[in-house]
């Protein structure tokens, strides 16, 4: 079965330009989750969709940030204008969420790295 | 709030002996509880999970964790270390309520030959 898949894998790019980062999730989940991983900071939840709707995007860390999910297959994160500190590695992960579903585990993509100069 | 603790940022083991990784979880109720491993360059993998089935809960490449309730924790071994278990192994936790995943700052295994 194919897994969550990310493109980019990586992208460099220089500040300012607009960056769009792209996810499929796994076929049949219907929750999406977003992450930012950096050596300083961590794993960070930025925003989670469930059935294509977004539930939680408190960790979206400003404004330059929009993510969307126009179908449950297809989901994407941008940054307009990037800046050098959005440097990081994002995940996308995706769930399936029947009902009372927090058993179930997250199925997380290869990443995308990016860096902004 | 939900949330989960691993204590050590960093744990190196020699190659053959027991690996402890430490994981403490704050919950009014009982959890579901997960590790992940995540290698070099790549994405979070599932490890294992405690669904409440079976307090000791065995995973892939002989990585087991117990669920403790009474001491609130979820600590994953392996009996021997192997150079291919150098990784960053998180804890989460979830539960009904959000449906939302809480992960742990990650421990860094490091297996000296």
């Known amino acids: 079965d194919a897994g969550v898949i990310q493109s980019p894998r990586h992208e460099v790019t220089e500040m300012g330009q607009e960056v769009t980062l792209r996810c499929k999730p796994i076929?049949?989940?219907?929750?999406l989750f977003w992450y930012r991983q950096t050596m300083m900071r961590g794993l960070e939840l930025l925003i989670y969709?469930?059935?294509?709707?977004?539930?939680?995007d408190s960790g979206m860390p400003e404004d330059r940030f929009s993510a969307k999910m126009p179908n449950a297959s297809f989901s994407t994160l941008k940054i307009q204008p990037s800046e050098p500190r959005d440097s990081a590695v994002y995940f996308c992960a995706s769930r399936n969420e029947p009902g009372q579903g927090a058993y179930q585990p997250q199925h997380f993509g290869d990443g995308t790295r990016l860096s902004i100069l | 709030a939900q949330s989960v603790t691993q204590l050590g940022s960093h744990v190196s083991v020699s190659e053959g002996a027991l690996v402890l990784l430490r994981c403490n979880y704050s919950s009014s109720v009982p959890p579901y509880l997960f590790w992940y491993v995540q290698y070099p360059n790549q994405g979070l993998q599932l490890l294992l999970k405690y669904t409440s089935a079976a307090t000791l809960v065995k995973g892939i490449n002989g990585f087991e964790a117990e669920f403790k309730k009474s001491e609130t924790s979820f600590h994953l071994t392996k009996p021997s270390a192997h150079m291919s278990d150098a990784a960053e192994y998180f804890c989460a936790v979830s539960r009904n309520t959000g449906n939302q995943f809480y992960f742990g700052t990650g421990t860094s295994l490091t297996v000296i030959p």
């Open positions: 076929s049949g989940h219907n929750s």
């Open positions: 969709f469930n059935n294509n709707v977004p539930i939680d």
